[in-house]
């Protein structure tokens, strides 16, 4: 795989990872938002289907002290098109309703985990919505929902704007999702998980962009 194509691919990873207001930013996913309750240790799997088919999984794997705040480690893993396993773990404190990543790091198959810059997602994640789905959504109201997982007792949202609905548990975490659907996409939980570890192994490299850019002999890839 090209440089530029892996830095593409990193990318747009780092970009979902980043969510409530990176989700906005890619087309074909529907809004990851839901209700902030973070376990250390618990997360779930889904099955994503929609122009682009995966399993992902999210998981909270830590917490830490952000400038007197508490931030959770929330770790994204899924191997999109087979191009290999990849996570992203981002360092989030949500205060409020405010969203702020404090550090983002990513690690893709066969390659040292990099952490990359935050500053571009807090920017866009200051003029986003709500991280909490009921402030812009209608509550439909409560509904049992079947899953891979199991069945659970949902309360179900839906926005006429965005154009999506979302069903939700206090029994997942970090976000409650159960099922949402929107955009020609359907998310849909496949496995509660429970003692949830950190995957990203190794100490973490600065991104270098020039170096993702760099072809063979130091021209850009073609």
């Known amino acids: 795989?090209?440089?530029l194509r892996n830095f593409g691919l990193l990318l747009g990873l780092t970009l979902l990872a980043a969510w409530?207001?990176?989700s906005q930013m890619m087309g074909n996913m529907p809004s990851l938002r839901g209700v902030w309750n973070p376990v250390v240790g618990s997360g779930a799997a889904y099955q994503v289907d929609g122009p682009q088919k995966m399993e992902m999984e999210i998981a909270v794997v830590g917490k830490e002290d952000v400038n007197g705040k508490t931030g959770y480690w929330i770790e994204m893993g899924m191997n999109p098109?087979?191009?290999?396993?990849?996570?992203?773990?981002?360092?989030?404190?949500?205060?409020?309703?405010?969203?702020?990543?404090?550090?983002?790091?990513?690690?893709?198959a066969g390659q040292p985990p990099m952490e990359m810059p935050v500053q571009m997602f807090n920017q866009g994640m200051s003029a986003a919505q709500s991280t909490d789905i009921r402030d812009q959504a209608q509550h439909?109201?409560?509904?049992?929902?079947?899953?891979?997982?199991?069945?659970?007792?949902?309360?179900?949202?839906?926005?006429?704007?965005?154009g999506w609905d979302v069903w939700l548990?206090?029994?997942?975490?970090?976000?409650?999702?159960?099922?949402?659907?929107?955009?020609?996409?359907?998310?849909?939980?496949?496995?509660?998980?429970?003692?949830?570890?950190?995957?990203?192994?190794g100490t973490p490299q600065k991104f270098d962009p020039s170096q993702m850019m760099r072809g063979r002999g130091g021209a850009p890839p073609q």
């Open 1 to 3: 795989m090209r440089p």
């Open 140 to 162: 439909v109201g409560t509904e049992d929902v079947t899953t891979p997982a199991g069945t659970f007792s949902c309360d179900h949202y839906r926005t006429t704007k965005e």
């Open 20 to 22: 409530p207001a990176a």
């Open 81 to 108: 098109s087979g191009r290999g396993q990849m996570y992203v773990k981002n360092l989030e404190v949500i205060d409020g309703k405010t969203y702020m990543v404090s550090r983002m790091i990513t690690q893709m």
């Open 169 to 201: 548990s206090t029994q997942i975490t970090p976000w409650g999702l159960v099922k949402s659907t929107g955009n020609g996409t359907t998310i849909v939980l496949s496995k509660v998980l429970s003692n949830a570890t950190d995957h990203i192994t």
